[in-house]
């Protein structure tokens, strides 16, 4: 009986499918990475055996639900994680059911396994108020102050995610006729998004001021290295503090680079630009996943019940007169 080795196929996934055909950013890779590091360690522990000598059919949908229940258990590893884990390992065996027909019906199984329902929180943005404060707050009177200001105006007029930020070059901002910023996003996609004039002023004397070269980062640290992610949430966490000393609605938001994206959509939003220009604004692989904003949108709900009237009809509950409809009814 031929047999499968995971290893083979384990090192072929990331270095040709993630790595070579599917060009996956690095935090991609890390995820994946982290996924199949427990769950090497869990399927070894539990088929008792080195993790190299391992046999695609050894992780079968039994173990990968045991992984995943472990998770949560030992790990406290919520709903999102979990689920995130699985579409990590989903994505493995989508590319062995194609290399392997044989292992088709194998991991078909796995396949077939559904993610857990989470609660979904509604997302969290700043108002008109909480933006200007937040701009408002570094000081430009220091070098640190003039590119953290240039650091949040772009942030919260493009939408752009902190990785597309801190992979920004001088050469990715065009300051000419139809000024915009480019970027690499999510799946290699290159986008291109328009800037404002006054992100065009901001931007044009910090990059006097940066003197870098065509490929050198657009936004640096006092060592001339590039930002980290930590670092641009602790620039934004520093300025929202600050701001929240005169804006005092901000005191009661936990705010990240990522709420910067979203108050940056919500801004087209209640412009009234529509959701497939915002999908293509902030480089989303769906126009669905926009719909979160308006369900998010309590200004455009307010305007809708604004719109209708109440119902001038005497107070009662319908009563269906035939048996069977009386039965449902009453279920």
Known sequence: MKTYALS???????????????????????????????????????????????????????????????????????????????????????????????????????????????????IDYLDRDEIEAVIAAPDLSTWHGRRDRAILLLTLQTGLRVTELITLTCDDIALGSGAHVRCMGKGRKERATPIRKDSIKLLRDWLAERKGKADDPLFISNRGTRLSRDAVEGIVRRHVDTASKTCKSLRSKRVTPHVLRHSAAMQLLHGGVDRTVIALW??????????????????????????????????????PSDKLLSFLEAL
């Open 8 to 122: 083979a196929y384990l090192q072929r996934f990331f270095t040709e499918r993630l790595g070579a055909q599917m060009k996956a950013s690095q935090n991609t890779v890390a995820s994946y990475r982290d996924t199949f590091r427990l769950l090497l360690l869990y399927a070894a522990d539990e088929r008792k055996k080195e993790p190299t000598a391992l046999q695609v059919a050894d992780i079968d949908a039994d173990l990968v639900a045991q992984f995943l229940t472990d998770l949560e258990k030992t790990r406290g590893n919520g709903a999102r994680s979990r689920n995130t884990r699985l579409a990590a390992i989903r994505s493995f065996f989508k590319y062995v059911a194609v290399n392997e027909p044989q292992l088709l019906h194998h991991c078909q199984r796995v396949l077939a396994m559904p993610a857990k329902r989470h609660e979904k929180r509604a």
């Open 282 to 319: 902030l480089g989303h692989e769906s126009v669905e996943t926009t719909q979160m904003y308006i369900h998010a949108d309590m200004k455009m709900k307010e305007k809708a019940i604004a719109k209708t009237r109440p119902i001038e009809a005497k107070h009662g509950r319908y009563r």
